[in-house]
DNA sequence: GCATCTAAAAATGTCTATATAATGATGAAA
DNA sequence: TTTCATCATTATATAGACATTTTTAGATGC
């Protein structure tokens, strides 16, 4: 097949394994692919358009991403995040978050302090919106987080991060749902735009720990919401 | 070629990708593959006796887990870590290290408490002989860390410290060189047990900091004897 | 009616071949 | 002598074929 099909961005060279490991991820975190589905590397490869091979090294991507699960001989399917797994993941996170913002306080630049800020408008604008896309206040909430990422010049931490994050896009739909969440994710989102700024670490620390715990409660509360959604594999 | 003559373990089935993983893995860590050095499929297929496919599955795995870098279109080469990353991870660590011990001192079980002080007398026994073995010494220090790992329950926690920890193995050999480290190493674990026996987290805290700390600095120390032996790729 | 065994179908693991891209060397021209 | 262009070599990316294993469905026996 052409790849000019398939690759999304024509510019620079994409080898198909990564075309394949972006659809799929897409897939699985927008809950196109549910928890539990099988991955059949030929289904797969003749729905893509692809040969087996790509399908095959983009699973394994997935797989390391903790996306996927592999089972030895009897192939792939979607991982089921267990509540147990979410709790782990954002206690996980909850550390990191910390480090990530001790870091952004004492070393962003202004311009990038600028930039947050800007973030910050645009997702508290996004939210004002009557009937605001989802999808478009998961990125902008994103964009938010990743700013104060980069700002800590800690290459393993970001990537680190961005893939617990990812882990949680399953559920960000869910809980972005939630009317009053998302006042309150603008208080919070606020005060550490403020606390950055005036380069006040402990302020920024205190509340991003506030923001993690909120986003757990948040979250569980969802899953309780739609009784044992996420109920183990 | 047969299977047997390359399966570490004949119980049970494990890909040809998870084998020539394995076998790569230690090579780098053991340094016998040198930073830079480039990983070409068909070579690497003619010396371990399989084809390119599961070659190629292992260095994805490889590229992920950040010990070899990929070049699109031009190939994988064993990643350089540089100072700078190598203190990127050794702060990731000392988070999640503290997070681990303190988890580690609430969860772990009596019996764990045991077997982390038996891994602790194991070690401080093989410092204590002459001619130690320096892959035995570094394989207890990981039972070490692994007891205190597997308390946490965090199964996330510990796949990423073991990862994290990997980073480091290529200079394990050269820190546990020093035996003046050995002395303090020893005191620090043993400081560690005594923490958790007494489940005092606080003070277990404190020591790992100091632990992490240590190390740091000690591998600093190695890389300025050896004399720019790290820097970059 | 249920359990068990057998056979067929399907899926994974592995291997090989072909196409495409990149690098390095060689030669000619300025 | 140096530089640029072309060609040959080499390596990767993808596809497709083959072998092995697992699973499922159907038939038979209890």
Same mark, same amino acid.
């Given at each position: 097949?052409?790849?000019?099909?398939?690759?999304?961005?024509?510019?620079?060279?994409?080898?198909?394994?990564?075309?394949?490991?972006?659809?799929?991820?897409?897939?699985?975190?927008?809950?196109?692919?549910?928890?539990?589905?099988?991955?059949?590397?030929?289904?797969?490869?003749?729905?893509?358009?692809?040969?087996?091979?790509?399908?095959?090294?983009?699973?394994?991507?997935?797989?390391? %991403?903790?996306?996927? =699960?592999?089972?030895? $001989? +009897?192939?792939?399917? !979607?991982?089921? *995040?267990? #509540?147990? %797994?979410?709790?782990? =993941?954002?206690?996980? $996170? +909850?550390?990191?978050? !910390?480090?990530? *913002?001790? #870091?952004?306080?004492?070393?962003?630049?202004e311009k990038e302090v600028r930039e947050l800020k800007d973030?910050?408008?645009?997702?508290?604008?996004?939210?004002?919106?009557?009937?605001?896309?989802?999808?478009?206040?998961?990125?902008?909430?994103?964009?938010?987080?990743?700013?104060?990422?980069?700002?800590?010049?800690?290459?393993?931490?970001?990537?680190?991060?961005?893939?617990?994050?990812?882990?949680?896009?399953?559920?960000?739909?869910?809980?972005?749902?939630?009317?009053?969440?998302?006042?309150?994710?603008?208080?919070?989102?606020?005060?550490?735009?403020?606390?950055?700024?005036?380069?006040?670490?402990?302020?920024?620390?205190?509340?991003?720990?506030?923001?993690?715990?909120?986003?757990?409660?948040?979250?569980?509360?969802?899953?309780?919401?739609?009784?044992?959604?996420?109920?183990?594999?």
């Amino acid at each position: 097949m052409s790849r000019t099909e398939t690759t999304l961005n024509p510019e620079e060279y994409m080898p198909l394994r990564e075309v394949v490991f972006l659809t799929l991820r897409r897939q699985i975190l927008r809950g196109e692919l549910k928890p539990g589905e099988r991955l059949m590397e030929i289904t797969l490869a003749n729905k893509l358009g692809v040969s087996r091979t790509p399908i095959r090294e983009a699973i394994r991507k997935l797989e390391h %991403e903790g996306l996927v =699960v592999m089972v030895p $001989r +009897r192939g792939a399917h !979607v991982a089921d *995040i267990t #509540r147990q %797994e979410l709790g782990d =993941v954002l206690e996980i $996170r +909850r550390s990191l978050d !910390v480090l990530a *913002i001790r #870091r952004a306080v004492r070393l962003m630049t202004e311009k990038e302090v600028r930039e947050l800020k800007d973030a910050e408008e645009t997702f508290s604008k996004l939210i004002g919106e009557d009937e605001s896309d989802l999808t478009l206040l998961g990125e902008a909430d994103e964009q938010f987080h990743d700013i104060i990422y980069r700002g800590t010049r800690n290459r393993r931490l970001i990537q680190i991060l961005n893939n617990l994050r990812e882990q949680m896009y399953r559920f960000r739909v869910e809980y972005l749902k939630d009317i009053d969440i998302r006042q309150t994710l603008i208080r919070e989102h606020d005060a550490i735009v403020k606390a950055v700024e005036e380069r006040r670490e402990e302020e920024a620390v205190r509340v991003m720990k506030l923001h993690i715990d909120n986003q757990y409660r948040t979250i569980n509360k969802a899953l309780d919401m739609r009784c044992a959604g996420v109920q183990n594999a």
